[in-house]
C-alpha cells in the first residue's frame, strides 16, 4: 500500500514538472519572435551595394546604366537607382522579380533616387504610354 501511495506521488510530481517545462517553452518562442522580428528590420534597413542610373527622355529614349555603361548584367543586392527624367511626357518605371515600380511618372521632370532589391532573373524598365513606341529595355540580375 506504501509502495502504490509512492509511485502516485511520484507521478504527480511528473505531472507538475511537465507543467513548468511547457510553460518555459512558450517564454523561448517569445524571445526567439522577438529576435526573428529585430533580424528582418535590421536587414531591410542594408545599405545599398552600388548604384544604378536610370534616364527617360528628353526624346524617345529610356536607359539604365551602371558605372557609366549600358546595364546589362547586373550582381543581385540592393541598390540606390537614381533616375534623371528628362520629360513631362514620360515616365520610369522598373518591373522584376518581386517588384513593379513607377520611379517618376508622366508629368514629372527632374531627379528621383530609390532603393531597389534586386534579385536574380530579367529586369524590365519602360516609359509606360511609349512601351509601343519601343521606349523599354531589359537587364539581367544574376
Ligand atoms: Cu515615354
Do not use: W
Amino acid at each position: 500500500m506504501a509502495l502504490l501511495l509512492a509511485v502516485a506521488a511520484l507521478t504527480l510530481g511528473a505531472v507538475a514538472c511537465g507543467g513548468d517545462d511547457s510553460s518555459s517553452s512558450d517564454d523561448q518562442t517569445t524571445t526567439e519572435a522577438a529576435m526573428t522580428e529585430e533580424t528582418t528590420t535590421s536587414g531591410g534597413g542594408g545599405s545599398a551595394s552600388g548604384t544604378l542610373e536610370g534616364e527617360t527622355g528628353p526624346g524617345f529614349e529610356i536607359e539604365v546604366k551602371q558605372d557609366g555603361e549600358d546595364a546589362e548584367t547586373v550582381k543581385a543586392g540592393s541598390y540606390t537607382l537614381d533616375v534623371e527624367d528628362k520629360s513631362d511626357m514620360h515616365n520610369f518605371r522598373l518591373i522584376g522579380p518581386g517588384m513593379d515600380e513607377e520611379v517618376t511618372d508622366v508629368g514629372f521632370v527632374g531627379e528621383k533616387s530609390v532603393t531597389v532589391t534586386l534579385k536574380p532573373g530579367t529586369y524590365t524598365y519602360q516609359c509606360d504610354p511609349h512601351v509601343a513606341s519601343g521606349m523599354k529595355g531589359t537587364f539581367t540580375v544574376t
